[in-house]
């Protein structure tokens, strides 16, 4: 590692953001150092995310001062930041979708991609993409990305700057365990370099692998910072939240019955899978694991009708089962909750209210066909209530809120119709540990009430905590199912790499 210097790269002194009456941040105090994994944590809400956007200069600090080597400095935009030396990698990717790989990687250093040595481009994408150990084609247009594969070229763009600060906001959020290993050895590997790197993650096991140091920060207010091996798990959520949360991480006991409510023989869609069978009960959780690519949400997807299977049989509380369509899934009582809020699973410029009732909405019209507000503000905040959605009022609009709030929107919106099973993919994706814990407790409640769930989890110790059988998949084919008393990382990641022969439970 090179030897952290005294002098800050980038600093923050007592940094405010205010938005109205709202205070973001309240004398906030920050000090990057070259050759450093600093990692930040707090919870949704918190202000790490205007954190970030002072220090790149999309929002300028209402009091305080950004300090770049010593010197006081005010970001006019995005591009004077970077122009410091100052990228970041932001939890919802921002890709274009009708270019390719490489010419998203390199956007903002060739002016929409317009190069004259196309092959040179790709190269120097290939060996970026190489980097984070993932096989992914820099020809292959955006717009058919996976949300993890988004996040890979927003990476890669990233280490394609010369930068001198880079913000990781929630990296590996998206990726399975090995990815997220390779992610973590290049965090580390940037800072022997000399790169100031701003680590933001909700998996604190990954904190204590990662990072130099850590950064605690609580309703916009720095809290403490502290070398990592002064710390300890309980002690960061202790200050995170100001509660104790706990061990969320532990299975609960099974509630499933002897009751087959899904049956799936043989599933398959054409181009994407083929070959998944399970029986699903009811009171059960089925936890389905693999590495990205194993193409686990396309299962989630056709057993809700988006996009209908090719061949196979499913049979839904006995009787034969063919979506054509999410309406079909819904009218049978199937809801499933996306991985990619942003695009598929919420309205962003609209209130929560609108948001929690989008599903249901026929529950709270007039006899005239007339939205009712009341109605619709008040089943709103019964959800706001008991999902503990940090808002001050459902009547603002999800996009301002922080990303796991958004996550608990999206949820109550199928809570809301009542489903008898609940398809959750990463369900817990870019939710801090307190919201974690609630969401796992949620999930457990729904089965243990008699509904029946589907999680696809790229967090071997969620799929864990929540399965009562894991369902492991790879490229598109199942190789096993544990039961929870066989099952364990190791034994997973076997199924998932084809390092063990298929097997069934």
Known sequence: MVQAMTEPVLALENVSKHFGPVVALADMTLALLPGEVHAVVGENGAGKSTMIKIMTGVHAPTSGRVLVDGREVSFAGTRAAREAGVAAIFQEPMVFPDLDVAENIFISATGLGLVQNRAALRARARALIGRLGM????????????????????????????????????????LSAHEAGELRRIARQLADEGVAVVYISHRLEEIFEVAHRVTVIRDGAHISTRKVDEVTPDSLIAEMVGREVGNFFAKAPSTATAEVVLSVAGLACEGAFSGVSFDLHRGE????????????????????????????????????????????????????????????????????????????????????????????????????????????????????????NQQKVMLAKWLEMKPDLLIFDEPTRGIDVGAKAEVHDLIRDFAAAGGAVIVISSDLPEVLALGDRILVMREGRQTGILSHDEADQEAIMRLATGAQPARAA
């Open 135 to 174: 096989a992914l084609d820099v020809e292959r247009i955006a717009s058919g990305l996976t949300l993890a594969e988004q996040q890979a070229v927003e990476i890669a763009r990233a280490l394609s700057q010369d930068v001198r600060v880079l913000i990781m906001d929630e990296p590996t959020a998206s």
């Open 285 to 404: 959780v089925l936890a389905m694991a693999g590495l990205i690519g194993a193409r686990r949400t396309d299962v989630g997807l056709a057993l809700f009708g988006i996009h209908p299977a090719t061949a196979g049989k499913v049979t839904w509380k006995g009787r034969p089962y063919a979506p054509r369509n999410a309406a079909d899934a819904i009218a049978a009582g199937i809801a499933y909750v996306s991985e990619d809020r942003r695009k598929l699973g919420l309205a962003m410029p609209m209130p929560i209210f609108a948001n929690i009732t989008l599903a249901t909405l026929d529950k709270v019209l007039s006899r005239f066909g007339l939205v009712q507000r009341g109605r619709e503000r008040e089943v709103a905040e019964g959800h706001r209530r008991r999902l503990n959605i940090r808002a001050p009022d459902v009547g603002v609009a999800v996009g301002n809120l922080s990303g796991g």
